[in-house]
Structures are given as C-alpha cells and as structure tokens.
C-alpha cells in the first residue's frame, strides 16, 4: 500500500516542491566587517537562503565589500516563505498519475556552460565529462566509479543511464549575474543561465524525444554543469548554488520549447569546480539528477534544529561523502520508493535473521510497520564500508524511522520540524551525538549503527538521553497496543566478522525494565500509558529516597503532564516541591465508553503525607475508589475503575510532594483473555499474562494471579 503511494507521487516531486543541495558542512571563512574588524563564519543554508553564521552567534551576509548582521529569522522566514509559494504553485501542476518508469536502460542530457567570464578549465572537456557520466569503473584522480555506475549499483542493475553531453555553450552574462545574492542570500538569475543554455543546446541535439521517458511530451530533466565554484562548496556569493528547478516558475524565464514539440522546463545544476578548485564528484550531481527521479530531500531545509539523515543518505549530507567522489549509496527506503528493492516485512511471526548483507552487496532490508497507523515504519539495513558507502562514518545495522507523509513529501518538507522529522536516523546508542568546532554544534553520527558494546538490541526497553533521539526511536502515531513504541524487539544483533548481520525478531516482547527492572508489561486493550522511563535523575525507582533526589529534568513519553512543579527521578516522576503543589493532570485520555481499569505506582515524599486522591476533568466519569494511602519512601501499586465515555484530564492531589511511575489505563473490553482467564487457586498460583496465556517465569510486568491484577516487580 505504502509502496503504490510513493511510487505515484515520485514523478511528482521535481514539480512540487523547491529543492536544492545543502551547504557542504564544516565551511568557515574570516568575515571582514563594515567597521573593519573580523569574525569567522560557517556558511549555512541552500539555495532558498543562505547566511553566514557567525561564532560569536551573529547572523551576517555580504553587502557590497563588507559583511554586516543581520537578522537569520528574517532570513529563514523568507526562505520559508519562498519555498511555500513555489511548492503552492507547482502542487498546481502536479501529473495526476504517475507510473515507475525507473527500470530499464534511459538516456539523460548534460549540458556545460561558459559565462562571459568564466570558462571551464581547458582540461575539462567534453570528453572527459563523457567519461565522468558513462565510463564503466571510471576511476582517474579521486574518482570510484561513474554516474552510470552510480544509479546502476544502486538499482541493483535494473536502472542503465547513458548521458549524451552537450557544449560547452556559452550564456550571454558574467557568471555574477546569475548567482550574485539579493539582500537576503537569494540567488538573483540562475534560471536565466538554464533557459540560455537550453535553447544554445536544443539544434545541437538530435533527438529529444530520447529524454521524454514517460511520454508526456516534456523532457524528463536535464542537467547543467556550469564553470567554475558553486556557492554550496567554497564559491563566492556571485556564484550559482546548485539546485533543481522548473524554468515555468522561475518568474523571468517559461519552458523552452524544442524539437519534435516537446518541452524543457525541470532541470537541475551543478559547478563544474568544488571548493578546492578541483573537478568536482558526483555527490552533488547525484543528489541533483536524484530530484529529478522524485527523492525529496531529507536534511533540516530551514535549519531549524534536526539532525535529519546525516551523511548516511545522498540526500542530505551523504552527497559530500569522500569529499563529493563517492556519495552515500542509496538508502533502503530509497531502493524500495523507485521499486528496486522490495523490504521484508517482519510482523506476527518470531523470525531468526542470519547473514544479512550490506545493500551496496546486494543485501536485503526489513520493515516493522506501526500497526497503528502503516504510514509509519522503521526499516532495518546494513551498511558497511564498502561500494559507495566506502566512506560512511561507521558499518553496522541502520534502523530508519519513517512517519510518511503525503504533502510532506510533495512539499519537500520531511525534515523541516525538528519536533517532528519524518526521515531520521534510531541512534543506537540513545543520544544524538554532537560535536562543537569555533562555538557551532553539529549533529554527528558517532554511535548511530547497532550493535554497540552495551546495545545489541531495540525495542520498547530502550533507553533515549535527549529529546531528539527520543523522537527518533518511538513512533509519533499510536501504536495498537497504546503507546508509541513497537510491540516487538530486534535482539542479540551481531555484526559478522565478514561484515553480514545477524538478529533475531521477537514478534511479542514482553519488556523487561532494561536496568531498572520496574517498566510495567503495557497490556492489551491500554487506551493510555505513561512510562517516565526517559527521566534520568536520581531516586526512587534505584531505592534512593534522599531528600536531594529527582531534581531532573522532566521527561514524559506523552505530552501534556501538567503541574506546578514537575521533575524526573531515575525513570520516574516527582510532582510538586518545597513550596508549590504536587497536583498533577495527565494528558488527554480518551475512553470509549466501557469499563476502563488504571493502574499506577506512587510513593509519598518524606513527611509531606501519604493521602492521594484521584479525580478527572473533562466528561463526567465515576473513579472507584477515588483516594488512596501511599507509603512513604516505598512504591504502592494501585489500581481503579474508570466508568464513562470521551475526553477526560486525570488529576493525581497529593498533600504535597509524590512520586508517581506506570501510569496505565485499559479498556477492559479490548483486553482479550482477560474475562475467561481461568481461576487461579491459591494452592496452585498459577501467573496468567493479560493475554490469559499460562506464565512459567514471569518476567517484571502486570499479570493474573488468582483472579486479580498483580503487578510483578
């Protein structure tokens, strides 16, 4: 279903949204300013705006010789701004249906173009760009391989490019012309060169309608190559950042109309020179011709705060992989959108996975849907420094986490909320790692492959130690067993000496607490569940009462807790302080109108008091009972009944300072085996789980004994 969504929007998206290239990470240069001092910068930014950010934490742009500040979120806004006006239009024009046509042998167009002022390099020819884009193993300087080789390893063979290079032509301006910036970092002309340079092309070739794949009587794209440096890697502010486009919407050009009554209107570009001055790879040429087959891009495009896919995908950093000469090889969500790898989806049933090899060695991938919503996904690759992933950061398992999503995609816009990404990377080590070079934070992707020393698995037990990894590891939407985590595991995951992976699928996992030993087994039928496993202070749950205990941040797997004052302790919460209240309102539940069972853990704090009553805003419900006696420094388990139907708010009064963990609400009604559980005597004890399936070794969790609810420790 998933697949038949994509693949009929991928044509779609070149003519949907504004894309581009992102700067080449780690650029800095010595700003000299208006008042004649100087400050280093890091360029950041694409081709929708661009600014230099300073290390003093100023945002600057050129004006005529000099730099001065500016403000970036004037910037960031237009270019926001920009990007939804283009994106508006082109969904306008968007094909109604698209079929895959990624298979097969296809013929794409490259044309070089000189400026008035700027030519290419006499030793970059025709003929050697001919051998850039189609010699089999082309491997002279610091190149690995070819475009052709490129998209034909990646497609595992099916895909065959063969590029006829056209020109040079030469354009009727400077180059300043068409890629000096406006006040605000925006390229001024840069279609203008395109549009010039299509129609000096179109009577040098011979046939045009070679390019037309689908028949639609526009030619499927075209590639520019212009001389000298790009803006995105090491180019002045009058240089061109390499970008793909339609020409009908770049405002001062329309589509050109060529031989055989076909159009040219998508294209995409790039500099024939990177920032060393070299002939620059195929990163940023394979990023670009990719917009052109419909990849959005999946880095943050409004460099908002994400760390999106990292040097682990051509479409973000991954395109400056080996300095541009071997980019990232394609992800395996990218094989499967153009139809070149089909994922094997792991769901019901355990599965023992041995062997596995890398995708750049023919390897296979795995999805786990989110049964709750299967527009959601995370995906299981192994790759290794081999082929074109030669120089990623490090070879292991990759889970990806997709949340799909139908006008993200059409808008380019996966990454672009760093609260919610849709295309991101599962840290395996719980933390987005960053590094600070001249006081700018980058994401890295140090520790980001399973298996680590201390991590050889992931699921519902696994532990997050910043937001933004939090993010990455559990599912945005609901899963069927109410909460956001998957309800299976991928354990014992093991990298082979000969650089295969082997892990084991557990269909059901019934969690253990990872180090605490205290996570309750989230139920069938749960329409609410509160973990606070991602608080990371101290007290509590590692038997520490002090009076110094759980000062740290809060962290709730659901927003929305509400209090006065509100901290984490060691996978718990504490509510309330010395001088403010301990009340605390969950988040929204919604009940269905059966008999719902809570269930919740709670300690009193010191001598604060031991008496919590529980109550509820929103509809009217009858909570049975409706207060409790905790202990102090010592976790009771309670549990209530919840009758009544729609929205409601749980409000947790204590005297003043608690504890609270394990916040569960079940719909006794979706809980199957529940009701017909047999009755347990009390000479047998016989431990059922909420399945009403027969325990033997029960494991910490909520389960049957003799007819009630227990929680095991």
Request: hydrophobic share 35%.
């Amino acid at each position: 279903m998933i697949k038949k969504l994509l693949m009929t929007i991928a044509l779609g998206i070149i003519t949907s949204s504004a894309i581009a290239v992102p700067a080449k990470r780690g650029q800095w240069k010595t700003l000299k300013l208006v008042d004649g001092t100087e400050v280093k910068a890091m360029l950041v930014g694409d081709e929708f705006g661009h600014i230099w950010k300073g290390e003093d934490g100023k945002a600057y742009t050129l004006k005529g010789d000099f730099y001065q500040a500016i403000d970036a979120q004037v910037t960031l806004k237009r270019a926001r701004s920009l990007r939804q006006q283009e994106n508006a239009r082109r969904v306008r024009r968007m094909p109604t249906d698209a079929a895959t046509h990624y298979t097969g042998q296809k013929k794409g167009l490259i044309i070089l173009v000189n400026f008035q002022d700027e030519t290419f390099q006499a030793e970059h020819t025709n003929e050697l760009f001919t051998r850039i884009a189609n010699e089999e193993g082309f491997s002279e300087g610091k190149f690995k391989g070819s475009m052709a080789d490129y998209f034909k390893a990646q497609s595992r063979g099916q895909f065959e490019l063969d590029f006829d290079i056209v020109g040079p032509v030469t354009v009727s301006h400077k180059a300043s012309y068409y890629g000096s910036n406006d006040s605000e970092g925006y390229d001024q002309h840069p279609e203008q060169m395109v549009f010039e340079a299509v129609n000096l092309a179109k009577n040098k070739v011979t046939n045009w309608k070679q390019y037309d794949w689908d028949n639609d009587g526009e030619v499927d794209q075209v590639y520019v190559i212009y001389a000298g440096m790009g803006e995105a890697d090491g180019g002045d502010e009058e240089t061109i950042w390499p970008h793909a486009y339609s020409l009908s919407y770049g405002g001062e050009t329309s589509a050109v109309t060529v031989a055989q009554n076909l159009k040219v209107d998508n294209y995409a570009c790039g500099s024939e020179l990177n920032g060393s001055r070299e002939i620059d790879g195929l990163g940023t040429i394979c990023h670009e011709f990719s917009h052109c087959l419909g990849y959005p891009d999946f880095y943050d495009i409004d460099y908002s705060g994400g760390q999106g896919m990292g040097s682990w995908d051509l479409m973000c950093a991954g395109s400056y992989n080996g300095d541009g000469y071997q980019p990232a090889g394609y992800t395996s969500y990218e094989m499967w959108m153009a139809g070149w790898l089909e994922p094997i989806e792991l769901d019901a049933e355990d599965v023992q996975v041995q062997n596995m090899k890398s995708l750049q060695n023919g390897g296979q991938s795995y999805i786990i849907y989110n049964k709750g919503n299967k527009n959601e996904f995370l995906m299981l690759e192994n790759r290794q420094l081999e082929g074109w992933d030669a120089s990623l950061y490090d070879a292991g398992l990759l889970i990806v986490h997709c949340d799909y999503d139908k006008d993200a995609w059409y808008n380019n816009t996966p990454n672009d909320d760093p609260d919610h990404q849709r295309m991101v990377v599962v840290p395996a080590d719980g933390r987005c790692q960053k590094e600070t070079y001249m006081g700018e934070t980058y994401f890295t992707e140090e520790n980001d492959v399973f298996p680590l020393t201390n991590v050889t698995a992931f699921n519902k037990d696994f532990k997050t130690s910043d937001k933004i990894a939090k993010k990455a590891a559990q599912f945005f939407n609901k899963n069927t067993n109410g909460t956001n985590w998957i309800d299976s595991s991928v354990e014992d995951i093991t990298l082979n000496a000969n650089g295969t992976i082997s892990f084991n699928y557990v269909a059901e996992y019934t969690s253990t607490g990872g180090n605490s030993g205290t996570t309750t087994d989230v139920p069938e039928g749960a329409v609410f569940y509160e973990s606070f496993n991602d608080c990371a202070g101290t007290g509590a749950n590692d038997d520490n009462w002090g009076s110094s205990v759980a000062s740290a941040k809060f962290a709730a797997d659901n927003d929305g807790w509400d209090a006065e004052a509100l901290y984490g302790g060691y996978q718990c919460a504490r509510f309330g302080s010395s001088k403010k209240s301990g009340v605390a309102t969950s988040p929204t539940i919604t009940l269905a109108g059966n008999t719902h069972t809570l269930t919740f853990k709670a300690a009193g704090w010191g001598n604060d008091g031991t008496t919590l009553k529980l109550s509820a805003t929103g509809a009217t419900v009858l909570i049975e009972p409706s207060e409790f006696t905790m202990k102090s420094s010592e976790w009771t388990t309670f549990t209530a009944t919840i009758s009544g139907t729609g929205d409601v708010k749980l409000v947790f009064t204590p005297a003043k300072r608690f504890f609270l963990d394990e916040v569960v609400v079940v719909d006794t009604m979706v809980q199957t085996g529940i009701e017909t559980a047999p009755q347990a005597t009390k000479q047998t004890s016989v431990i059922y789980n909420l399945n009403g399936q027969k325990v033997t070794n029960p494991k910490s969790g909520l389960y049957i004994i003799n007819g009630r609810k227990v929680v095991i420790k």
